[in-house]
């Protein structure tokens, strides 16, 4: 029921940084948790940061930890990922995700198409 719109992503020298933002559409927005995944060709999609909705509770994989960090506007209805020290491993296709609760447990409700982030070595 929430339409997703992903953008930010781009090309970037490793050790750069780069923030993706995902505009939510839809009246529930601030009631649902949000979270950021990620693909890389060949490779099955795998979580990378959640937060809860009201923003309070944010989780992130041990491979972005310290260096990537997600926050949410609830009053813009837009979910961002701040990303650091990029490194080439972080080449992939960014999905941002609505969960279908408040906390991102359970099944993903909406998906975004997808920016794609690629850092160069």
């Known amino acids: 029921q929430v339409q997703l719109v992903e953008s930010g992503g781009g090309l970037v020298q490793a050790g750069g940084s780069l923030r993706l933002s995902c505009a939510a559409s839809?009246?529930?927005?601030?009631?649902?948790?949000m979270g950021w995944f990620r693909q890389a060709p060949g490779k099955e999609r795998e979580f990378v940061a959640a937060?809860?909705?009201?923003?309070?509770?944010?989780f992130v994989a041990d491979s972005a930890k310290g260096r990537f960090t997600i926050s949410r506007d609830n009053a813009k209805n837009t979910v961002y990922l701040q990303m650091n020290s990029l490194k080439f491993e972080d080449t992939a296709v960014y999905y941002c995700?609505?969960?279908?609760?408040?906390?991102?447990?359970?099944?993903?409700?909406?998906w975004g198409q997808g920016t794609q982030v690629t850092v160069s070595s």
């Open positions: 839809g009246l529930t927005f601030s009631s649902n948790a």
């Open positions: 937060i809860s909705w009201r923003g309070d509770s944010t």
């Open positions: 995700a609505a969960y279908r609760g408040p906390t991102p447990v359970g099944s993903i409700g909406s």
